[in-house]
């Protein structure tokens, strides 16, 4: 699939009445399956470009399954290089808080030991009221999760 990626973020740009002095973006569902890494890298100098910042939340399930070929490595040396933070999102089931926090403590040291990446939040898709409590030892943020909602 094939993204316009100038004129996406220059739509965003545009659309605001007073040119924005900081941009900060969510981009979920990475790395899709066969994406092009020349495609991702031009997707990091447009961000660059508008001296942006992107949150890149990845799936802890897809990581466990792909983190180790050679494009996703890629990617996530591209996003450390260029200092843009990765999150990770959680599909916990059964969804207790102790596999949560199990989940996440395997996610936090893949992630650091693989690709030198610190994870500072996540995002949780189960409903767990108590997701907050259960991953704050941890030291990572929940982020848009539903266990937040009320």
Same mark, same amino acid.
């Given at each position: 699939?094939?993204?316009?990626?100038?004129?996406?973020?220059?739509?965003?740009?545009?659309?605001?009445?007073?040119?924005?002095?900081?941009?900060?973006? +969510?981009?979920?569902?990475?790395?899709?399956?066969?994406?092009?890494? +020349?495609?991702?890298?031009?997707?990091?100098?447009?961000?660059?470009?508008?001296?942006?910042?992107?949150?890149?939340?990845?799936?802890?399930?897809?990581?466990?399954?792909?983190?180790?070929?050679?494009?996703?490595?890629? +990617? +996530?040396?591209?996003?450390?290089?260029?200092?843009?933070?990765?999150?990770?999102?959680?599909?916990?089931?059964?969804?207790?808080?102790?596999?949560?926090?199990?989940?996440?403590?395997?996610?936090?040291?893949?992630?650091?030991?693989?690709?030198?990446?610190?994870?500072?939040?996540?995002?949780?898709?189960?409903?767990?009221?108590?997701?907050?409590?259960?991953?704050?030892?941890?030291?990572?943020?929940?982020?848009?999760?539903?266990?937040?909602?009320?």
């Amino acid at each position: 699939m094939y993204c316009n990626l100038d004129q996406l973020l220059d739509g965003c740009l545009k659309a605001r009445a007073k040119a924005p002095t900081r941009i900060a973006l +969510m981009i979920e569902g990475f790395p899709r399956p066969h994406h092009p890494l +020349m495609e991702f890298a031009k997707l990091l100098f447009l961000l660059r470009e508008h001296n942006a910042k992107a949150t890149f939340v990845v799936d802890w399930h897809d990581i466990r399954e792909r983190g180790l070929c050679s494009s996703v490595g890629q +990617m +996530m040396q591209l996003l450390r290089h260029n200092e843009h933070e990765v999150a990770v999102k959680f599909k916990a089931a059964p969804c207790s808080a102790s596999h949560l926090r199990q989940h996440a403590v395997e996610a936090l040291h893949f992630l650091q030991r693989v690709y030198g990446i610190t994870v500072v939040s996540v995002k949780v898709e189960c409903r767990l009221p108590n997701a907050t409590a259960a991953l704050q030892p941890l030291g990572v943020t929940v982020v848009d999760g539903i266990g937040e909602q009320r």
